[in-house]
């Protein structure tokens, strides 16, 4: 199994992307999945994250300004981003965990938000 993702790409602030995470093998059954960020220098953040059964939890920097959702059926993963904002620069990953304790990573799509 292999996560592609994609969408990333240099924006102005105040600007929208809609990243996609492509899911390439089959995964029989999902029980949770998320987008993670590394800007320059720093380490792995949470973007967004869920696990089937509970509410989606947001880092506080993206609230309200992403979305993330999910195709049930190929279990493609997408993440809204709207307001973009300079801080919001980082290369994000997606991420799709399936039972017992598989974690799937996506090799992560860049997204650059500058004027």
């Known amino acids: 199994v292999q996560l592609q993702a994609s969408g990333g790409g240099l924006v102005q602030p105040g600007g929208s992307l809609r990243l996609s995470c492509a899911v390439h093998?089959?995964?029989?059954?999902?029980?949770?999945w998320g987008w993670y960020r590394q800007p320059p220098g720093k380490q792995r953040e949470l973007v967004a994250a869920?696990?089937?059964?509970?509410?989606?939890q947001y880092a506080d920097s993206v609230q309200g300004r992403f979305t993330m959702s999910r195709d049930n059926d190929d279990h493609s993963v997408y993440l809204q981003m709207n307001s973009l904002k300079l801080d919001d620069s980082a290369v994000y990953y997606c991420?799709?965990?399936?039972?017992?304790?598989?974690?799937?990573w996506g090799k992560g799509t860049l997204v650059t938000v500058s004027s």
């Open positions: 991420n799709i965990k399936s039972p017992p304790d598989m974690d799937y």
């Open positions: 093998g089959r995964i029989s059954s999902v029980n949770g």
């Open positions: 869920v696990t089937v059964g509970l509410r989606t």
